[in-house]
């Protein structure tokens, strides 16, 4: 049993790391040779027998998973009788069945996988919908955060079923494989891909033998390919390739018996095999420690035994725990509440694309510690993929997101308003309706502890001059408050304890308020410095500054918010950029994400609201987003 202080056990949860080595393990349907959706639960860091998990949509086997932290996928496959596109996943949070996340741009199994954790990568099959031998040299990839049908990706070097799938974070690879459906071709070739771009796979290199139909695993800078087929005899050989250096492989050492047809998970450190045929169906599991050489070992038992089940993990190579820093946010009491306690309050980013398809936008949520620096970790998904200047506002306790663009038919546009707990990571829940379906509503903190809003927006009517509010301590639909001076897109919003502010909008440089206690239409405060739209705002109880804009402006302006007048010039932001978001405490503010002039950033800047002068560098997001929305539990209009 491990022992440390309080401090240690708090820097271990921050990294990330201390559940690390700890994390789930799924073997996710098969054949006995009838197929099952039966999945299995392990502890990789635990030797024992598997236990009950839930189900997958339908029985399956032959697919490929993978995983991101909160995520788990089982991709394709076929049921004996048809060749399956459905792809399925499971919130490692919530034990049960599996749900549809969408369909792979191909039906069929023998496939091989690998993620990180935002992205996730298929590699060849064996599918009906081509010329004979049907065997496909296509990529396809998906966004874990995101459901939806997957996207093309590439091709590998050459037609490949049965290969294996393994990686790191930033790379992909496909490990061996049949170019025939006979599977008498034993392949050695191993390709790659980066996981964040699209394109062809390159030459990676050899395996040192061979094979088809095996397992693999992998940590960050290895991977290991187990069992399989050599020449037509099951095979017991386990063979290395390193991640970092193209090269041929290298031998690791034996499984207890030849094995063909098993599955492969790992937690990065410990790599499992699991089920297969023997020839027999088998339900051992075997392990091996991902950084030594040697025989694999007994860890345990399936639930049935059966070949071809999907290895799913949450905690592999590909996810990189120790650059995420946790914000220290979680379980405070009722009377230490954000904005209260220095150093606790959280900034949150959702929703966005980082494409300009249906298929790029994204549901999934991350957060910071604003009082820290660092890189952001994720939070949950919103209720659906939304992008497009949404609104994101939070009190003390609550983050609701409203309205936005969801693409992919008609109405493409929104009214739906959904929440989450700041002091529970998890995903959003349904929260109500706003008045009026739309996109290009504003960003910023537009509320306080009683009331949040919604100010202007565009749909089918042009810009729209509304204004929402609603409470964020009750669920509900919102309600009209009043309408703004004039009709404004991609706004930039604000509030003090007392007071609502519209803030610009495209190509408008107008500024008006409101009381937030009382009803009604909107007065004029004065003039911005420049009239863009496509920005953000943050604000302290006194000061509100707008941030960036359209056109990747890297201008920021401040007004005092008790008082009216014109906006005066703040600084510059670290690189230009439009569409992102932000989020702030009383005395910090963060701004996230956003389109640059050419491409999406990933950057997270930082400013002290109440010193003019340029942004500084805060640290980086998992990934780039842009069109995304922020929002915080410490900013100006909380007390």
Known sequence: MSVWTIKERNNLVRKNTASRGAQLGLFAGGATPSNVGVVDR???????????FGDLVRGNQCGCGFGSSTRGIQYAGEDQVNYLNNIDYINWASQGNFSDFGDSTQP??????????????????????????????????????????????????????????????????????????????????????????????????????????GAAFSSNVRGVHAGGR?????????????????????DFGDLSAGTRRPDGLDNSI???VGGGLVPGNTNVMESVEIATTGDATDFGDLTSARHHPCGIDSSH?????????????????????????????????GGGYFGASAGTYRSNCEVIQVETLGRSSNFGELTAAVTNSFTMVGNRTRGIRATGYTGGGSPDTTNVMDYC??????????????????????????????????????????????????APATLGNAADFGDLSVGATEAAGMASTTRVIRYGSYNVNTI?????????????????????????????????????????????????????????????????????????????GVMMGGSLSSGFSDTLDYITIASAGDATDFGDMSATRAECAGMGNGHGGLA
């Open 108 to 213: 069929g199994g023998f496939r091989a996988g690998h993620s990180n954790n935002i992205r996730g990568v298929s590699f060849g099959t064996y599918t009906p919908v081509i010329a004979s031998p049907y065997v496909s040299n296509t990529i396809d990839f998906i966004t874990i955060g995101s459901l939806g049908n997957a996207t093309d990706f590439g091709d590998l070097t050459a037609v490949r079923m049965g290969p294996k799938g393994a990686g790191s974070t930033t790379r992909a690879y496909s490990m061996a494989g049949s170019g025939n459906n006979s599977f008498t071709d034993y392949g050695t070739h191993c390709d790659t891909v980066l996981i964040a771009t699209t394109g062809n796979a390159t030459d990676y290199g050899d395996m040192a033998t061979g094979t088809n139909e």
């Open 317 to 349: 190579g590909g996810i990189d725990f120790d650059e995420i820093q946790r914000p220290q946010v979680t379980g405070l009491p009722s009377k230490d509440t954000p904005p209260r306690s220095p150093g606790r309050t959280i900034g949150m980013f």
């Open 270 to 272: 410990r790599g499992i």
């Open 42 to 52: 392990v502890n990789v860091n635990n030797r024992g027998n598997a236990t009950d």
């Open 512 to 588: 008006d308020y409101h009381a937030i206690a009382s009803l009604g239409d909107f007065s004029d405060f004065g003039d911005a410095v420049a009239a863009v739209g496509a920005g953000e705002a943050v604000s302290s109880p006194v000061r509100g500054v707008r941030v960036g804009g359209q056109g990747a402006s890297n201008t920021m302006e401040y007004i005092t918010m008790a008082s009216t007048g014109d906006a005066t010039d703040f600084g510059d932001l670290t690189a230009g950029r439009a569409k992102f978001g932000a989020a702030c405490s009383h005395t910090r």
């Open 230 to 250: 050599i020449d037509g005899a099951y095979t017991n050989v386990i063979q290395l390739i390193a991640l970092a250096a193209t090269g041929t492989g290298s």
């Open 421 to 470: 707990e700041f002091a529970s990571r998890g995903n959003f829940a349904d929260f109500g309706d706003a008045t009026a379906a739309a996109y290009g509503s504003n960003g910023g903190p537009g509320g306080n502890d009683v009331r949040s809003f919604r100010m202007g927006a565009y749909n089918a009517n042009g810009n729209l001059t509304t204004v929402d509010y609603w």
